[in-house]
Nanobody, 121 residues
Framework: QVQLVESGGGLVQAGGSLRLSCATS????????MGWFRQAPGKEREFVAA??????RYADSVKGRFTISRDNAKNTVYLQMNSLKPDDTAVYYC????????????????WGQGTQVTVSS
């Protein structure tokens, strides 16, 4: 398995931006599909964005505001979050899977510990 460590969370006002990072270690990074999920208080964990090879996917709620990218040389995946809204407040988790289709809350191979993002109104 690959080990994942998120960073970059914090408190930001509505309309602001944050960039989350997920550093990986362990197995070779490049073959993995990488993604971001989030979990708000009292809600289930939900998909945010994923990247595998040249393919990216986004939840409808973040399209046009969030951008996922990866740097295979640094074994790191990023989530640039712009135009943040209070509804984006959640713990954000990085995840890895052997294929894009496996990058779900129940089938991902590895998870990070999460980083808190709080957006104030």
């Amino acid at each position: 398995q690959v080990q994942l460590v998120e960073s970059g969370g914090g408190l930001v006002q509505a309309g602001g931006s944050l960039r989350l990072s997920c550093a990986t270690s362990g197995r070779t990074f490049s073959p993995y599909a990488m993604g971001w999920f989030r979990q708000a208080p009292g809600k289930e964990r939900e998909f945010v964005a994923a990247v595998s090879g040249g393919v990216t996917r986004y939840a409808d709620s973040v399209k046009g505001r969030f951008t996922i990218s990866r740097d295979n040389a640094k074994n790191t995946v990023y989530l640039q979050m712009n135009s943040l809204k209070p509804d984006d407040t959640a713990v954000y988790y990085c995840a890895a899977a052997g294929a894009l289709g496996r990058l779900t809350t129940t089938r991902a191979d590895s998870w990070g510990q999460g980083t808190q993002v709080t957006v104030s109104s």
